[in-house]
């Protein structure tokens, strides 16, 4: 597999504040204050985490092709 990105640009889905952010590499980040609005942004569901939600890449062990604690992702 290519490397994993790291950063994400990540749009609140309130008012549509776009932020780069650094994605932690380990686990998956699950809640996001908007800096702009200040909106708890929170998963979608079926997303583990804010960066698969309203990033514009997905976090580090969905890339790797993982599900947030580390286990290899079901076949959709």
Not at 20 to 36: G, I, K, L, R
Not at 40 to 49: A, E, S, T, V
Request: include cysteine; glycine fraction near 8%.
């Amino acid at each position: 597999m290519s490397d994993v990105i790291l950063i994400s640009n990540v749009t609140c889905p309130d008012c549509g504040h776009e932020e780069a952010h650094q994605m932690p590499t380990e686990t998956c980040q699950y809640f996001m204050d908007c800096p702009a609005c200040g909106l708890l942004m929170k998963p979608l569901p079926g997303d583990c985490c804010v960066f698969c939600s309203y990033g514009t890449t997905p976090c580090p062990p969905v890339q790797r092709g993982e599900t947030c604690d580390g286990e290899p992702r079901p076949n959709d």
